[in-house]
């Protein structure tokens, strides 16, 4: 039999089984923001997604993308989601025009431990509060530490009623109220498909670098009972300066379509404004945590009830087999009755 000289063949012969290390690998906040695809193949092609439609090929360095948003149509191979799994590209498949949510694959993080210290904040109903309160400072000139949640909450909602007003008067758009079908985009007037086109892309960023950073989406402080409560905490801490009035400026000037026209102004916003590196820098503020985002070797420890964590690559029982052998030799002794190990395997 002949060898298969298929386009296929030809292309896999191409890919290399090298995926770049963790030391290779672009910090997550010094990453693009994001991709928005439809109707295309996602495969890879050496250390390069690639994505096809009928227009042709285009290539994308893995290490340079921090999320890809899959809209409908969209087919993975997977090779693709093997070299995203394994350089920290985060894939969500989202509906038409990005207005869903409906999974996401493997965080470029290894490490638990900052889901931990997420979890006893919000766990706590006092630290909670506290972190509420730095979310709200975050969005207030004034100094808020002596507000209650309920009081923030009223304030919150007289700002952002504020911030729609202000852009509707500044660019002409007629507004009336926020609200959105999600199961006919369309059926919105023009301004709440523009809002929520926007509003998706930054969703899709902020749930980027929280499950990116090994944080939990589903653990919020501000919002609660959802699966992406805190996605919409983080979201909210910029809406009112990058998406709201990205929404308006769109509508006012008359493109044909806008969720398109939304999704590309929002991307190059992101970029020339960092977010996702402010994003990054936002959350070590309201988690509370120091240090770099790099990626971190997969660490499995021990919980301890005393020392916190020990050596997860130690078998502790292993004195027990010395215990035993010892017996063996000698059945008169008794031994020492330790059994804690200290050797590795």
């Known amino acids: 039999m002949g060898r298969d000289c298929s386009p296929w063949v030809k292309l896999m012969d191409k890919v290399s089984a090298n995926t770049p290390g963790l030391q290779e690998q672009n910090r997550i906040s010094d990453r693009?923001?994001?991709?928005?695809?439809?109707?295309?193949?996602?495969?890879?092609?050496?250390?390069?997604i690639t994505i096809t439609d009928t227009r042709g090929t285009v290539n994308v360095p893995v290490t340079l993308l921090s999320v890809l948003l899959l809209g409908p149509g969209t087919k993975v191979t997977h090779r693709a989601v093997e070299l995203a799994a394994d350089c920290g590209v985060m894939f969500i498949w989202v509906g038409e025009q990005g207005v869903r949510y409906y999974a996401h694959g493997k965080p470029l993080s290894a490490s638990s431990k900052l889901i931990q210290r997420q979890a006893a904040l919000v766990s706590n109903v006092k630290s909670r509060a506290a972190v509420c309160r730095k979310?709200?400072?975050?969005?207030?000139?004034?100094?808020?530490?002596?507000?209650?949640?309920?009081?923030?909450?009223?304030?919150?909602?007289?700002?952002i009623a504020r911030v729609y007003y202000e852009q509707a008067k500044m660019t002409g758009v007629p507004w009336n109220y926020r609200t959105y079908n999600l199961d006919d985009f369309t059926a919105n007037d023009s301004i709440n498909q523009a809002l929520t086109a926007a509003h998706q892309c930054l969703y899709g960023i902020c749930h980027s670098a929280i499950v990116a950073l090994g944080l939990s989406p589903a653990l919020g402080f501000v919002h609660t009972g959802h699966e992406n409560s805190f996605v919409y905490d983080i979201a909210d801490l910029y809406k009112h300066t990058i998406t709201i009035p990205i929404a308006f400026d769109m509508v006012a000037s008359g493109v044909g379509d806008i969720?398109?026209?939304v999704r590309r102004e929002t991307?190059?916003?992101?970029?020339?404004t960092k977010l996702l590196k402010q994003i990054i820098k936002d959350l070590h503020s309201i988690i509370q945590i120091e240090g770099e985002d790099a990626p971190e070797v997969d660490i499995l420890n021990l919980w301890d009830?005393?020392?916190?964590?020990?050596?997860?690559?130690?078998?502790?029982?292993?004195?027990?087999?010395?215990?035993?052998?010892?017996?063996?030799?000698?059945?008169?002794?008794?031994?020492?009755?330790?059994?804690?190990?200290?050797w590795s395997y």
């Open 267 to 272: 991307r190059d916003v992101f970029k020339k």
């Open 259 to 261: 969720p398109g026209a």
């Open 135 to 159: 979310m709200y400072q975050m969005r207030f000139k004034e100094d808020v530490s002596g507000k209650t949640i309920q009081e923030l909450r009223g304030l919150e909602g007289t700002r």
């Open 32 to 48: 693009l923001t994001f991709l928005y695809v439809e109707r295309c193949v996602i495969n890879r092609a050496e250390n390069a």
């Open 305 to 342: 009830d005393k020392l916190g964590e020990v050596d997860g690559n130690k078998n502790y029982g292993s004195k027990l087999a010395d215990a035993i052998e010892a017996e063996e030799d000698d059945p008169d002794d008794e031994g020492s009755g330790e059994t804690e190990a200290v």
